[in-house]
């Protein structure tokens, strides 16, 4: 009767329960606070709050894998299998962040020769434990949420003994599901990615095998949960084009183009991008890494999650917050850079009113700045391509009924799927670490040097030109549109409230969506393969 009430227990979504996890509903609860009731992007901040929410418990049907074959992580040798053909594999409701090598297994992370015995033996019999219903309800917090394990791959290395880190390739006895093992501490761990029947051992222990080969065919009846197949839009890259055909849709090109040189502005508000990137770089983030962090300078979510999928997807949560977040807070971030650069003579200097653009003329912007991005930075194209083809039905008056889907319904619910999808990799083991919260500070730091260097752009423009800028359109060239370019408006009218800068800010503000597109190519083309 008693081993009946434990197992129900097990059964239950409290037991996965951890303080990560409610840490994790505060930071949902603080979104919400802020979407709901300051109306800081609402659209997107609710739909990510909302996924982050259903990372953070034990759901079912949600976010399971479907049961595949699973394949080695890497050229070497099986050395073991840990599951017969007909032996169920299990992967909990919740499952943590797990370690692709015993060097990088969570809290227990080897250190030494020493050491490496004692630490993975340790490791295991947690992974032992979570592996049984008895071991589990026995074992400590750190062994809930690990699937089973099914294999270990080893890679070939020559072991050099004067090494200094040759302990990461001398074989150590361990233990395991009561097996005599011998483990590297770089060896590969192969963990089942979703519950069901072993169908089939493919490649016997002790055979070479190379990357991408095909281990063991996991069978089950079940199909993957709902935003397995829904994140996919972000995993392939579908969301954050087609969010930018709805953003195309929806701007007028106009003031960039009765102002051209209003361009030089977008192009210089990337500089934050640039200074945050190498700021990451010395921080310790790798090229990938701080080339997706340094996006958020831009203002431009979509165009964050689109480069973060592809060089950093581990870091797509607090990258995606951090971009929405500060996006919001362009009325609050942005007013004290502008006015301690600017002097109150400069806030009230009066642009010329723009001349009328022709339809003609829009239309062939849309065409040339197509093609000639894509020839620039092909690796933008699908960015660029949807943001020209929106603005294109937008402009070319024979589609309104494609333009007004573009603008309303195909963005509506592109944005519930990506905002939620987002949400989705907020787990608690990933986002409450050191790395979210420098994340966080520079991505404050990104858009302050964004903003400045619009402003001080602008002023470097107004020494050479007889037709001066109103430096607070500068700040406009991040692509926060158009929130960025009413805050150009707001500032301008409290120096001189007759004055009108909201169609001047939106040519830099379109420049900021193109710029940030452009560089966002630059850096998947530059350092993807490195």
């Known amino acids: 009767m008693l081993q009946s009430l434990i197992d129900l227990a097990l059964d239950t979504g409290f037991f996965y329960l951890d303080w990560r996890m409610i840490t994790m509903w505060v930071v949902v609860l603080v979104l919400l606070y802020f979407g709901v009731f300051k109306q800081y992007e609402p659209l997107l901040l609710i739909p990510i709050a909302f996924g982050a929410l259903l990372a953070n418990l034990p759901t079912e049907g949600v976010l399971n894998n479907p049961p595949e074959a699973l394949r080695s992580p890497a050229d070497g040798t099986l050395e073991y299998v840990f599951k017969a053909n007909g032996e169920k594999c299990v992967v909990p409701r919740y499952v943590r962040q797990i370690p692709s090598s015993f060097i990088a297994s969570g809290a227990e992370v080897a250190t030494s020769e020493k050491t490496a015995q004692a630490e993975i033996q340790a490791y295991l019999d947690k992974v032992a434990a979570s592996m049984s219903k008895e071991g589990r309800s026995k074992t400590s917090e750190l062994a809930k ?8 791959v080893s890679v070939e290395k ?92 929806l701007t007028d090109f106009g003031p960039l183009i009765a102002n051209p040189r209003t361009l030089l502005l977008g192009a210089a508000a990337q500089f934050g991008v640039f200074a945050t990137f190498i700021g990451a770089i010395l921080l310790g983030f790798t090229a990938q890494e701080a080339a997706s962090i340094g996006i958020i300078g831009g203002a431009d ?117 990506l905002g939620t999808s987002v949400g989705i990799t907020m787990t608690g083991d990933r986002f409450i670490r050191s790395d979210t919260l420098c994340i966080l500070a520079l991505g404050v730091v990104a858009f302050g040097f964004s903003t400045a260097a619009g402003v001080l752009m602008a ?72």
């Open 145 to 152: 949420g690990i699937p089973d394990l099914l294999a270990i």
């Open 158 to 249: 020559k072991f050099d003994a004067n090494s200094p880190e040759a302990w990461k390739d001398k074989p150590v006895d361990v233990v395991f599901m009561g097996k005599q093992i011998k483990v590297r501490p770089s060896d590969k761990l192969v963990w089942a990615q979703a519950s069901g029947e072993v169908a089939d051992v493919m490649v016997s222990p002790g055979t070479k095998v190379r990357l991408g080969e095909k281990l063991v065919d996991v069978y089950s009846g079940h199909t993957g949960g709902l935003y397995y197949y829904i994140k996919l839009g972000v995993l392939l890259e579908l969301f954050p084009p087609i969010i930018f055909l709805g953003v195309g849709a």
């Open 301 to 417: 979510g979509p165009t964050s999650i689109f480069i973060s999928n592809k060089l950093a997807p581990h870091l797509m949560g607090p990258i995606a917050v951090a971009a929405y977040s500060y996006m919001a807070l362009v009325p609050i971030i942005q007013p004290p850079i502008m006015r301690a650069l600017t002097t109150v003579k400069e806030r009230k200097i009066r642009m010329k009113s723009l001349r009328k653009v022709s339809r003609l003329e829009k239309l062939i912007f849309a065409i040339l700045i197509c093609i000639f991005c894509i020839l620039l930075v092909p690796a933008a194209s699908a960015l660029i391509a949807m943001l020209m083809l929106g603005n294109f039905l937008r402009e070319c008056g024979v589609c309104e009924r494609l333009s007004k889907a573009a603008q309303n319904e195909v963005i509506n619910v592109v944005t519930i799927f």
């Open 459 to 530: 002023k470097l423009m107004n020494l050479f030109s007889k037709n001066k800028i109103n430096p607070l359109i500068g700040s406009a060239g991040v692509s926060a549109v158009p929130m960025a370019a009413r805050v150009s408006q707001v500032e301008g009218q409290k120096a001189d409230p007759t004055n009108f800068l909201l169609m001047h800010a939106m040519g830099p503000n379109v420049a900021g969506v193109i710029g940030t597109a452009i560089v966002a190519g630059f850096f998947i083309t530059a350092i993807a393969s490195k």
